[in-house]
């Protein structure tokens, strides 16, 4: 057809899914041929080993979700602007539109793409979509942003949130499409090397499987508060991969919660709190973007952190052999599963900062690679907040005990156990499994003894303490 209008291009980037997708609907609503577009630029190719093989799982669910409305997803490696700018030029697109991001490196390539796109007449928009709000929309009283989580909380928490938008029932292509690249060519699996096969059945991707997951937890959130920091129970939403990449929308979750708590189930608010989190993390990461590299508050520039991933104790934690039942257990589940219970990564992350006094960010790179829900504001501000450098902190002081916390969530050993293997005469299948899934380099086995703590707890507090109060003195 030769009046036929041009098309629009809607680049997915963490927001793989097309439900509740406000850059989608508006190009669907315009009624212009639609090109669904994934580019993998250099701050995907960048991403840790098992975050970029995840991502790569949702890149093909969304693909196939495409599919079947008709429509399919062009796959391209390169520079934004310029695969964006081929596209055009091939298709004769006049719009692209994507959901809004809000880490500084995504910041500066999408001001980038927008000035330059608008520069050759073409219509560029960021939507929301990411974030239930917007971080320029929620501010103190005196119009700064929120430095401590509880006050944001209570000023969100009656906030009206829009609800989710359904998917487009059909999605109209262009009459000729632009060139794809092969999804199994970019080998996204290539840095989890054998990992990938242990991890893989653990892992369900893309749309459908966010919302069974969520309708999973609804069943459950009844006691949500009194168990979400049992490590032997299944009482968290497990939600964070999802989100993470944007296969189901906070909105969505935020409403199906909302109305759940409207029949009288109990343990949403709770819920919902820990989901406001994630938006402290990202309001954060916008306001005070240093939150990703750099120590939050200043004076812990002081602080005397061993700063060498390569000592043995670091090894040691990296490898799950500390001799601290529960710490290494959680490493073996992050390695087996590619997540990790929120309370395990309190207490490993308080191990790894306090009783062996290694920096933060030692901590965070090694989560960044290993972790399929990784997420730059979350990661850094975990990080940041078990280490006490961070906004709204954990003080220094409050040291995780990782025997009495095994103690009071774990009181019968079953999470210890389901991830160690050493010293049972039948292991069970989860606990052989992170033999296999660890690099061959570790020369790890199953034949190894398990190992006497690398530091005892006490001496270990007590040198944490005490360098926190020189901090304090200086």
């Not at 390695?335 to 490993?348: C, E």
Request: proline content about 7%; some cysteine; glycine content about 6%.
């Amino acid at each position: 057809m030769e009046n036929e209008r041009p098309p629009i291009i809607v680049w997915f980037r963490r927001d793989l899914r097309l439900s509740d997708h406000p850059a989608l609907t508006a190009a669907v609503a315009s009624g212009r041929p639609v090109i669904p577009l994934f580019i993998l630029d250099d701050q995907a190719e960048a991403l840790g080993a098992a975050p970029k093989w995840r991502l790569g799982l949702g890149v093909d669910a969304l693909a196939r979700a495409l599919n079947n409305l008709g429509s399919r997803l062009v796959l391209r490696r390169g520079r934004a602007l310029a695969v964006l700018q081929d596209i055009i030029a091939r298709t004769g697109a006049t719009a692209v539109h994507w959901t809004r991001a809000y880490d500084p490196d995504a910041i500066t390539r999408d001001r980038d793409v927008k000035s330059r796109l608008s520069e050759q007449g073409i219509e560029a928009k960021s939507f929301t979509g990411h974030l239930l709000f917007e971080p320029w929309t929620v501010a103190t009283k005196a119009g700064q942003p929120f430095r401590v989580f509880t006050p944001m909380w209570r000023a969100v928490r009656v906030r009206d949130v829009a609800p989710p938008e359904p998917g487009p029932a059909t999605l109209r292509g262009p009459q000729s499409w632009p060139n794809s690249d092969d999804l199994s060519e970019w080998n996204l699996a290539q840095g989890m090397n054998r990992g990938a096969t242990i991890v893989a059945p653990y892992v369900q991707a893309g749309e459908a499987a966010a919302f069974e997951a969520l309708q999973g937890f609804l069943d459950r959130i009844a006691h949500y508060s009194e168990n979400r920091d049992r490590l032997d129970r299944d009482a968290t939403s497990n939600l964070s991969e999802y989100l993470s990449l944007g296969e189901i929308s906070p909105r969505s979750v935020w409403h199906s919660v909302q109305n759940a708590a409207m029949t009288g189930v109990s343990g949403t608010d709770a819920f919902l709190r820990q989901l406001v989190w994630r938006e402290f993390a990202y309001h954060l990461m916008f306001h005070t973007p240093h939150l990703l590299a750099e120590n939050w508050k200043p004076e812990w520039e002081m602080f005397p952190w061993n700063t060498d991933a390569t000592r043995p104790e670091v090894i040691a934690w990296q490898t799950a052999r500390t001799g601290i039942p529960v710490i290494d257990a959680a490493m073996r589940q992050m390695y087996v599963t590619g997540r990790m219970h929120n309370r395990a990564r309190m207490i490993t992350s308080s191990y790894l900062t306090k009783h062996l006094m290694t920096h933060w960010k030692i901590g965070m790179q090694w989560f960044a690679d290993c972790l399929i829900d990784w997420d730059s504001a979350c990661n850094a501000m975990g990080w940041q907040w078990v280490a006490g450098s961070g906004p709204d902190a954990s003080p220094f002081f409050r040291i995780f005990n990782p025997l009495t916390q095994q103690e009071k969530f774990d009181p019968s050993g079953e999470y210890v156990r389901r991830w160690i293997a050493e010293g049972q005469s039948t292991p069970p299948a989860t606990a052989c499994a992170y033999f296999d899934a660890v690099p061959r380099s570790w020369g790890i086995s199953e034949t190894d003894l398990y190992p006497n703590p690398i530091v005892e707890l006490p001496a270990g507090r007590a040198r944490a303490l005490a360098a926190y109060e020189g901090l304090k003195n200086h």
